[in-house]
């Protein structure tokens, strides 16, 4: 089965959860600055172009550079995700689409917590970029319901985050999800 890993920035995304998915040997998309957790990624993924501005000269070089952003696209010679990005979007919830692109048949789930109440990031605050706030993460609710209604019976997704407020994706333990989708 074709399985891929997603790596968010939630403040439940833990280097236990991090060490037992780079021993899987299944390939990570980090989203964002969580590729500071699996460094080892094989992807990392952002929509933002300020984040790119930011974070363009630290990335790992063993990794593939994807965006929805024509402008970083185009500025840094990213891979583009070719989607549209007219109606409000999130980075973690493109980076379903986008493995779902590469013909994901299963897609874990991780730091997708899509809420605040633990804080911001497991890395804490962004300096000088946006951060989540109760409003953004309850948007990104509703933009990951859509997604989970569009890939319905295409992609099993499994959210394996230790904290989430998400309730459209199915719930496994890391371990359990990835003795599920082991062949």
């Not at 024509?70 to 500025?75: G, L």
């Not at 549209?84 to 973690?92: C, E, I, K, V």
């Not at 230790?162 to 496994?172: D, I």
């Amino acid at each position: 089965m074709n399985t891929y890993i997603i790596c968010a920035s939630g403040p439940s995304l833990n280097q236990s959860d991090c060490a037992l998915i780079t021993r899987s040997g299944l390939p990570v998309i980090a989203v964002n600055s969580s590729w500071r957790a699996v460094p080892d990624c094989e992807y990392v993924y952002a929509g933002d172009l300020c984040w790119w501005d930011a974070n363009i000269g630290v990335l790992p070089p063993s990794a593939a550079l994807w965006t929805c952003n024509y402008r970083a696209h185009t500025r840094y010679g990213l891979h583009l995700f070719d989607t549209d990005t007219r109606w409000a979007f999130n980075s973690g919830q493109r980076s379903i689409l986008f493995a779902a692109s590469l013909g994901a048949e299963n897609i874990i789930l991780l730091g997708f917590d899509c809420s605040v109440a633990d804080g911001s990031h497991w890395h804490g605050d962004h300096a000088g970029l946006d951060n989540p706030t109760a409003e953004s993460a309850e948007r990104w609710r509703g933009e990951f319901a859509s997604t989970a209604r569009a890939l319905a019976g295409k992609v099993n997704i499994i959210n394996s985050s230790r904290q989430t407020a998400l309730k459209c994706f199915r719930r496994l333990s890391l371990v359990e999800a990835l003795r599920e989708v082991s062949p």
